[in-house]
């Protein structure tokens, strides 16, 4: 059954066979007799904690897990401590160590697979055959390699602020501008002017990554996320697959968010202003309050093949998404930048 995996500390209460996790079924369900029992205590408990000082200190520790690290690309993987790893998710190497490495605090939710391998591997056929500008082989032939389902750690943070700001804005217009020769033509110029004021800003679930296996940029286009799916975490969950193990401790991505916050209250100020650009903006913020909740996040890990290079791929497990990269064809491109050349040139002649 590709849609399941298993485990060794759930025991079926029909005949204490090992169940398994079932994606499709969303829940444990015996391979042996059938018997299928839901997750007691795994829905509607996700809980935000508040953020202090010492949270890390107070935050529960994840002792039914234990880490292990790849010798080959250096990854964390947090797995059952029942479970043994045999293969690094990331890169397949069969090399991988039980370190004696802490797994760190538990996390506080999940979001549940929702996708199968199988449909992951479907939406990587689609995906790819998208692709206008991937080699036509690629498009026809490629197939999805070493497909993973692993879990993605994310610090997620829920906040009500109040800020302070002082700085320039600009804003745009255009002149006529006559040359030494007599010919006219428009320019677009900024007129800048300060503001100075407060602005309150609320924030829900703006996801940190604190994982590094999957690049930033990639992590970001793989949002959003279901977070109303999320459920209260449940060691079953995580029975037969793996959790990348946080590389960023909360303070770190706490700073983070704090950049993300100030780069969307420019926007905001921008937009109070009908401006179009922001110059030097100081913003004092304030927390009024301040929640955190350490999320793990549902992906398949996978690659595929074209002329003896590997392109790596990601795949949302709750809705799908599936981003990563290709081949380009140089023909392909060529011919549109032709093709563009000839039809502005086309115009020039009419006009």
Not at 47 to 65: A, F, G, Q, Y
Not at 76 to 83: C, G, R, S, T
Not at 201 to 223: C, H, R, W
Request: charged fraction near 25%; aromatic fraction near 12%; charge should be positive.
């Amino acid at each position: 059954m590709e849609d399941a995996k298993s485990t060794d500390i759930i025991k079926c209460s029909n005949c204490n066979a090992s169940m398994r996790f079932s994606i499709s079924n969303n829940a444990l369900k015996c391979d042996h007799c059938g018997q299928i029992e839901k997750i007691e205590g795994g829905n509607n408990n996700v809980v935000r904690r508040e953020l202090t000082d010492n949270v890390m200190k107070e935050h529960e520790p994840w002792n039914d897990s234990v880490v292990f690290r790849c010798s080959l690309c250096s990854a964390l993987i947090d797995v059952d401590k029942h479970e043994i790893m045999k293969m690094c998710p990331f890169c397949g190497n069969p090399a991988v160590i039980k370190t004696e490495e802490l797994p760190g605090i538990k996390p506080d939710s999940l979001i549940p697979y929702t996708v199968t391998k199988r449909s992951a591997t479907e939406l990587f056929s689609k995906w790819i055959r998208s692709k206008l500008y991937a080699p036509g082989k690629c498009r026809k032939h490629a197939t999805a390699e070493n497909v993973n389902s692993v879990y993605s750690p994310v610090w997620s943070f829920t906040a009500n602020t109040s800020s302070h700001y002082n700085g320039m804005l600009g804003e745009d217009y255009t002149v006529t501008v006559t040359d030494s020769k007599g010919n006219t033509h428009t320019e677009t110029r900024t007129r800048w002017f300060r503001v100075s004021g407060y602005i309150d800003a609320n924030y829900t679930d703006v996801f940190i990554p604190s994982g590094k296996q999957i690049p930033k940029k990639m992590a970001d286009k793989l949002e959003p996320y279901p977070m109303n799916k999320a459920v209260g975490y449940r060691q079953e969950y995580l029975a037969g697959r793996a959790a990348e193990h946080y590389s960023r401790d909360i303070k770190t991505c706490f700073d983070e968010f704090g950049k993300y916050v100030y780069a969307d209250l420019c926007q905001r100020i921008k937009r109070k202003y009908n401006a179009d650009h922001v110059g030097k903006m100081d913003i004092d913020t304030t927390y009024k309050t301040k929640y955190f909740n350490y999320v793990l996040l549902p992906n398949y890990i996978a690659n595929f093949k074209y002329k003896d290079k590997l392109y790596n791929f990601y795949v949302n497990g709750a809705t799908g998404e599936v981003v990563g990269k290709y081949p380009l064809s140089a023909v392909k491109i060529a011919f549109t930048i032709i093709a563009i050349g000839a039809a502005i040139y086309g115009l020039f002649m009419i006009f």
